[in-house]
């Protein structure tokens, strides 16, 4: 184990750290200016952030065949970078979802690797907080008392959970998709949020995702400060953003991938709120739950921000077939509204206060008709 001095976070870690496995950062504060971040040994597994180290630098993880680990109460802080921070182009601000700085990067991912972080705070994130790149298909995360604060910006995406993935006991400060569930067999569950204004909170959409087995549980949103609604980047508790290349088309589905056996519940919204829903399909969705939701209060109506919409896009690579919602649920509802309530109201379609202008201000549409229920 190597443990790193002030001095020596400015050297090369790559170099100076050739045969350890893990870097600990003592109680103190580093450094590694705002055009360096640590790109580390391939030899290196784990990153330990002593309770008062505070370390302003990104780490990229350069191991290919072991579980990898960043632990203990330390603070990463990307304060020292600019937005967007683009290794490629001197780290300065030159947005690329490749080389924009991550705090927290694994590169060369094999299967079969897993990457833990307990009990971290991530300070000041220049763009998204982390993203691996290899075999994602094949990896999964396990988080545990993370805490991700200083979203001063937008981008300020949460951790991606690849499949298999546990997430627990968070809290977010984020600026962008904060819970992204782009992959299967993952569960979140405990999560705080301070969200500023872009992106829905649990988000899966950008791409027609074939996926399955899903649960985000014990949402609770302390503060929102959505601006305005956006349909094709909808801002909401739930949402699917249209599609990552064609943003403003809506024959960019797939509808041979589904969206299946997804279940958010208990999410809580505090003060002024935006829309429960806001999706742009480009899969089938079947089994879908949202289970216990309050919403205390939407925005003012100027904003439009309370509208949850919910639409079907094309594709026109099967003959121009819309996605279908509940093909292979129970009584063909595949999207289950439960327990849906907004300040002391509860919504339902039995209580009429649903649609657009009612309470539940649901904005569905009518070629759904049947294949969703709020009760
Ligand atoms: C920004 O990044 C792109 C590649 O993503 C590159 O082509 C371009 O030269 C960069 N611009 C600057 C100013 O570095
Ligand atoms: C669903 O995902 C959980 C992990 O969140 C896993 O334990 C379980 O085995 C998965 N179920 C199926 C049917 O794959
Ligand atoms: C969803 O769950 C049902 C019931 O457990 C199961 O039969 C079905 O195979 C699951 N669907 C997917 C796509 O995993
Ligand atoms: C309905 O949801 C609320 C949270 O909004 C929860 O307190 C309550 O227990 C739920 N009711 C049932 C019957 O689960
Ligand atoms: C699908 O829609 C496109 C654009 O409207 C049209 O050109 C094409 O002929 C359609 N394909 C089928 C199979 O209907
Ligand atoms: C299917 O619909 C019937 C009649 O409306 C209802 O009694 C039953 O509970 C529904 N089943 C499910 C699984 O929702
Ligand atoms: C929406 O619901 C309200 C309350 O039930 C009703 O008065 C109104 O006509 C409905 N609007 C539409 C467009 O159906
Ligand atoms: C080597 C390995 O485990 N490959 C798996 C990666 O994940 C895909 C998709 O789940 C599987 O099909 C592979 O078998």
């Known amino acids: 184990m190597a443990v790193m001095k002030t001095l020596e976070v400015l050297l090369s870690l790559s170099a100076s750290l050739v045969n350890q496995s893990v870097v600990v950062f003592n109680p103190g504060v580093y450094y590694f200016t705002g055009n360096a971040h640590a790109i580390l040994s391939p030899s290196v597994k784990w990153v330990y952030l002593a309770p008062g180290a505070y370390v302003k630098g990104a780490v990229q993880y350069m191991n290919s065949d072991s579980p990898l680990k960043a632990s203990r109460f330390g603070v990463l802080s990307g304060e020292q970078y600019f937005y967007q921070a683009n290794v490629a182009s001197g780290y300065n601000n030159n947005k690329s979802d490749a080389t924009s700085l991550k705090m927290w990067r694994g590169d060369g991912i094999n299967a079969g690797q897993s990457w833990t972080i307990h009990g971290i705070t991530t300070n000041a994130q220049p763009f998204n907080v982390m993203d691996f790149y290899g075999d994602l298909e094949n990896i999964t995360v396990d988080v545990a008392d993370y805490k991700q604060v200083g979203a001063f910006y937008t981008q300020t995406d949460g951790l991606q959970m690849y499949p298999n993935s546990h997430v627990r006991d968070v809290f977010y400060h984020s600026g962008d998709d904060t819970i992204k569930t782009y992959y299967s067999n993952v569960r979140a569950e405990r999560i705080v949020v301070w969200k500023t204004n872009n992106a829905p909170i649990i988000q899966l959409g950008w791409y027609s995702r074939n996926i399955a087995n899903i649960s985000v549980d014990r949402v609770d949103v302390i503060h929102s400060k959505y601006q305005g609604g956006s349909e094709y980047y909808p801002r909401a508790l739930v949402g699917c953003a249209a599609s990552y290349e064609d943003p403003t088309a809506t024959d960019t589905a797939n509808t041979r991938n589904t969206i299946a056996n997804y279940t958010v519940s208990n999410i809580r919204s505090e003060g ?16 879908f739950r949202i289970i216990n939701s309050w919403i205390e209060e939407f925005s003012p109506a100027t904003t439009q921000l309370e509208y949850s919409a919910v639409r079907g896009f094309t594709d026109p690579n099967h003959g121009n077939r819309t996605v279908t919602i509940g093909a292979h649920s129970a009584n063909g509802t595949g999207l289950v509204i439960q327990n849906y309530t907004v300040g002391n109201e509860a919504v339902s379609l039995a209580a009429g206060n649903w649609n657009r202008t009612s309470t539940g201000h649901l904005d569905i549409s009518p070629s759904f008709r049947g ?4 009760q």
């Not at 002024?272 to 089994?287: E, F, Q």
């Open 371 to 374: 294949k969703w229920t709020v």
């Open 272 to 287: 002024i709120s935006p829309a429960l829903v806001g999706m742009n399909l480009m899969s089938n969705l079947d089994r």
